[in-house]
């Protein structure tokens, strides 16, 4: 009888191996960037590159697909967490800051369209770059500011600026997706599928909130089981978003909005649901790296470069211009434009789910948004992060 | 270094200093803003000052001279007006209290200044655990001699004055116990408590003179008295108040204080004595801890009453001061809370009872000093 007592050589093992070495991986490299003054969001970022196929090819292309779920959990609970942040009452104390944001959106999407298209790029391509160069990386800012326990006015500006702008950046590329189906002859696709999904993620929002509404009478948020309760209605939401073929991205934003103009009470839990979501980062930063391939980086590195420039100048001339109309000095308001620099894993989900309908477009897109994350995502934080310090809002500048 | 000359200024006019909590509105904590709130009111035209204090979530608002009570309060709402309409347009709170009930003194930096970063690295980490917030208050004085002589007739109603203001029961956190828990960290600093007992402004000069030439101290802002002379402005200055909750509140704190400098300076009711100082601390501490309800030993007497029975019956000794100064409703106010023993620190601990987590005990706070309508 041929028991299975004795291992077989040469050992075999479950794939639950890469994925511990990649996380003992990429927790080191985060701690060697924390050692050498860089956020450790800037490492894990690294880190997967370094594990994905351009450098090591722990993981493939594949991975993120097979494991989306888990990335979009992540986002959605960032959103949501983003979105709580976001206090409509301070626009209405403070329009300003609606102009700023406004500037922010409309220069960022006419300067990176405008170099790309003047560079010879298409217009369609030009157009969904700079709709998804409009948005910021909430993950990348919420984790540095966590790191740093920032606090102040640059950074209270910089949560609301990331909400407002990827909540644009969402629309402006559903509007993009729209105009693919109008070049395809099919016109009612192109006005029925972006306002399904605009309709579609409000009511999801309303949806969402009204849950955590429910939650929040029962249960302390800031509790393990309020915090458990937090993360299954997030669970739920993508997964039923999902099924609905709606992006998670705007109904939690919108959600925590909601959330916070009805009840202006502090909403608090463990910042970034504790170490469940610093977990649920870096897997999603590896994960992100997983479809980072040579061949694609290199096929959109030129045009990436081009929309990282024309962006960076895009954001610090807003927040530069509108800045000091809203409060802010003008040593702040540059800070405030450096400090959203960062675009990550969102982004990538952005121009992936672009690819999913429109294979050989989509595939141009992620090249060049894979290349501007790649950047932006390791180099991004690090902007932050001194921007923040810079205006004095990090508080000694380590986790508790 | 000398003392400077004891100014001339208005025999019982009053001044108002209020040390105010600068708040984030996501999570009600302290938030280093005390810049931006300064950069926002600079071009305020409002009577008063608005200044920074030892570290960034702190500011100090201070009135004018003002004559009394109604000029106090007019120049305290301008103030708050225009710092509720700049909060709002920065999105933070602010609000009075005696101590942020669980900020974490760690977390604080020191406002950059020459003096505050002086001061840090004179106390170290007491210079951090130093964020809480005190009303003073200023008395004119015809002259230095007069001041010693209401410095030392005040110091028995130095109780009154805690239960009155009391609004610090939480600290880190944590429910202290005490009405008024500020004044624990005000304590650790060296030269806290009293002034010492010297009746002539020649006496007093000496007496600088000496500790100046320890090397102890530079000028009069070294000593944290509990009430301490203020030669450039030629008054004396009563520091061991919380912030109220509200600004009405403060007012009515300083109108009270002026009834009774004006019953000890015209009245001179009594004779000053060292040995008025023998039940002070005592007396003080009992009123941190306990509120109206602490034991109050009079100094002359030893006889043993409550602050709160104490209060009123000061109330009624300064009823015609009160009355000449035009206080008499802002005193009857105080007389019906001390009568319902209600004060800030107690209506803190009600609602903290009743199950209000402390980031909405400060949110409340926070609406209540800027007279906010909850939305």
Not at chain 1, 250 to 261: E, H, N, R, T
Not at chain 1, 313 to 337: C, E, I, N, Q, W
Not at chain 2, 80 to 87: G, I, K, M, Q, V
Request: charged residues 15%; hydrophobic residues 50%.
């Amino acid at each position: 009888m041929d028991l299975n007592v004795w291992p077989a050589w040469p050992l075999h093992f479950g794939g639950l191996l890469h994925a511990g070495l990649a996380l003992a991986v990429t927790a080191i490299v985060g701690e060697a960037c924390r050692r050498a003054d860089i956020p450790r969001v800037a490492g894990y970022a690294s880190a997967g590159l370094l594990l994905g196929p351009a450098a090591l090819g722990w993981f493939n292309a594949g991975a993120l697909t097979t494991y989306r779920g888990i990335v979009d959990l992540c986002v959605a609970l960032m959103l949501f967490e983003l979105g709580i942040r976001l206090d409509a009452r301070w626009f209405r104390a403070n329009p300003g800051l609606l102009a700023t944001a406004l500037a922010d959106i409309v220069l960022t999407l006419l300067v990176v369209f405008g170099a790309l298209w003047a560079s010879g790029v298409d217009s369609d391509l030009a157009y969904a770059v700079a709709a998804i160069a409009v948005g910021a990386s909430p993950i990348a800012l919420m984790r540095v500011a966590a790191e740093g326990r920032a606090s102040g006015q640059v950074t209270d500006r910089m949560y609301a600026l990331c909400a407002l702008s990827l909540a644009a950046s969402v629309i402006l590329l559903n509007l993009a997706v729209g105009g693919l189906h109008g070049a395809n002859r099919d016109w009612i696709l192109a006005i029925a599928h972006p306002l399904y999904q605009l309709v579609g993620s409000a009511l999801g929002g309303v949806l969402i909130a009204v849950a955590f509404g429910v939650i929040r009478k029962r249960l302390n948020p800031g509790s393990e089981q309020g915090t458990a309760a937090i993360v299954a209605v997030m669970l739920l939401a993508v997964t039923i978003l999902t099924a609905l073929r709606l992006p998670a991205l705007l109904a939690p934003l919108f959600a925590g909005a909601i959330v916070k103009w009805r009840d202006p009470r502090p909403h608090l839990w463990p910042p970034q649901f504790g170490s469940i979501g610093g977990l649920l980062v870096i897997i999603s930063l590896i994960l992100a790296g997983s479809i980072m391939s040579l061949d694609l980086l290199a096929a959109g590195a030129g045009a990436a470069a081009l929309a990282i420039a024309a962006r960076a100048a895009a954001k610090l001339g807003a927040a530069a211009a509108f800045g000091p109309a809203t409060g802010l000095d003008r040593r702040k308001s540059v800070a405030l434009g450096l400090a959203l620099m960062p675009l990550s894993v969102i982004a990538l989900l952005q121009a992936l789910d672009v690819r999913s309908l429109y294979p050989e477009f989509g595939e141009r897109l992620l090249a060049v948004v894979g290349a501007m994350t790649l950047v932006l995502g390791i180099l991004g934080p690090i902007a932050t992060w001194r921007a923040l310090r810079r205006c004095n809002e990090l508080h000694g500048g380590d986790e508790r | 270094m000398s003392l400077e000359a004891f100014a001339v200024s208005r025999a019982l006019s009053i001044g108002v200093e209020l040390e105010l909590q600068l708040v984030g509105t996501h999570d009600y904590d302290l938030m280093p803003v005390a810049e931006d709130l300064l950069r926002a009111t600079a071009d305020a035209d409002v009577e008063g000052d608005i200044k920074p204090e030892m570290t960034c979530s702190m500011i100090e608002i201070s009135t004018g001279v003002c004559g009394g009570h109604a000029s106090a309060l007019q120049q305290l709402q301008a103030l708050r007006d225009t710092l509720s309409t700049a909060a709002r347009r920065l999105n933070i709170g602010i609000c009075g209290g005696g101590t942020h009930p669980f900020q974490h003194w760690g977390e604080r930096r020191i406002f950059d200044g020459p003096r505050f970063r002086h001061l840090s690295e004179l106390y170290g980490y007491l210079a951090k655990q130093f964020t809480v917030f005190g009303q003073h208050v200023h008395v004119g004085c015809p002259s230095p001699d007069v001041a010693l002589y209401l410095l030392h007739g005040l110091s028995r109603y130095i109780p009154h004055l805690i239960a009155l203001s009391a609004s610090s029961p939480f600290v880190q956190g944590s429910d202290t116990g005490f009405e008024s828990a500020r004044l624990n960290s005000v304590l650790a600093f060296p030269l806290s408590g009293r002034a010492p007992f010297v009746q002539s402004w020649a006496d007093f000069e000496a007496y600088f003179r000496k500790m100046s030439g320890t090397g102890v101290v530079s000028s009069m802002k070294d000593f944290y008295w509990d009430i301490r002379p203020k030669p450039e402005y030629g008054t004396i200055e009563i520091r061991v108040m919380d912030t109220p909750l509200t600004i009405e509140r403060a007012a009515a704190i300083a109108a009270y204080i002026q009834a009774l400098a004006r019953y000890l300076m015209i009245e001179r009711p009594i004779q000053v004595a060292e040995d008025d100082y023998l039940v002070y601390t005592f007396n003080r501490f009992q009123a941190c801890r306990f509120g109206y309800d602490g034991a109050y030993v009079h100094p002359d007497t030893h006889e043993h009453t409550t602050i709160g029975e104490e209060i009123i019956a000061s109330l009624a000794r300064i009823e015609q001061h009160a009355i000449e100064l035009g206080a008499d409703d802002a005193l009857g106010r105080l007389r019906s809370d001390v009568t319902s023993g209600s004060n800030d620190a107690r209506s803190l601990r009600e609602s903290r009872a009743s199950g209000t987590p402390l980031p909405e005990l400060v949110m409340a706070q926070c609406a209540r000093w800027m007279k906010e309508d909850p939305m």
